[in-house]
């Protein structure tokens, strides 16, 4: 193998496929970074078994071949290096790689890349749905902070996504629903009316590899989104990118039971105004389980934290109240968290009774739905 090609574009593509190499695997070769020079492209590989990152760069292809090196030290080495062309060069009969450029060379030790996993390519999978790269990373921040953390119960650290025939305005649907036992995140998007006949009603994806994917996803263009022939495994395919991950197993909860259809009172608050309140709030709800109490009444959202040995807060902002005067107890910190991807000026916080969900939803939009549990009303 012989190649050349721009150091930026290297580093970048290094950085690109880093978080996919194991650091603690038994198996050596996942330590690795799979380098592949054809077709005047140098495509770079990693995986942890659990997800597969490849990114596809220019170079000029002298002669073609491929190897595997230590992700680390290679990457800590390309990064280092002075702006400019880099030249790769494998020798026949090697697995060590020459790295060269302007005022260095270097020789890594490699590994056979036969024994390098396989991962999964755009062929030979579903109909593929495709979604614009900046809709997708904004769907995946608003639905991956509800997924559990805990493997107690593996359903629930992954992504519901399901695709829906003729809901929303007469076509196709892709909704992505993430839930844990305090929370739960729906987000629906409109498809084009036909051709997802043969995409998979629903799969689970881990969460940890749809924020892995919102990393590196650029913020323009399309992505297509592909699940294997035999269902294990889903492809984000991008012109420079690919991610493939392993599907959950076993069966979602019922979320769209836990979404309230309807509500007493309505509060319409400035996003930015309340994220401020809350932030105010939160030094004394660190100290209370996270605890803040939420009054609406006359036209103002109250929002008050006790810590008793600390002291208290109460700050008053705002709103748009239509129905009877309510109160809530939330956790502070499931709130903040979707403040920070609501992308909306102004939310709405729909509420039936202190024993009941809140639902948090964008103003002017139907398309997401944040609920949060209370939390015990008694001081």
Known sequence: MKITCKQ???AK???TVSHAVSSRSTLPILANILIQAEQGHLKLSATNLEIGITCTIDAEVFEEGSTTVPAKTFTDLVTSLRAGQVELIVEEDSHDIKVKSTGSKANIKGMDPEEFPHIAGAEGGENPI????GQLKEMIAQVV?????DDARPVLTGVLVEVHGGTYDGASTLTFSGA???RLAHRVVGLPLQGYEGVPSSVIIPARSLSELARILPAEGTVQMIVTTNRSQV???TEQIDLVSRLIEGTFPNIKAAIPLEHKTRIVVE???IAAALKSVQPFARDSANIVRFKASNDTLTLEATAEDVGNNITTIGAGIDGPDQEIILNARYLGEVLG????PKLAMELISPARPCAVKPVGSTDYTYIIMPMSTNR
């Open 8 to 10: 930026a574009d290297l």
């Open 13 to 15: 593509a290094l950085s």
């Open 341 to 344: 991807v609501i992308g909306s």
């Open 130 to 133: 495709v979604l614009e790269a």
């Open 180 to 182: 844990d036992a305090f």
């Open 145 to 149: 902070i509800a997924a559990a953390d």
């Open 271 to 273: 996003t930015k105004e």
């Open 235 to 237: 492809l984000f395919h």
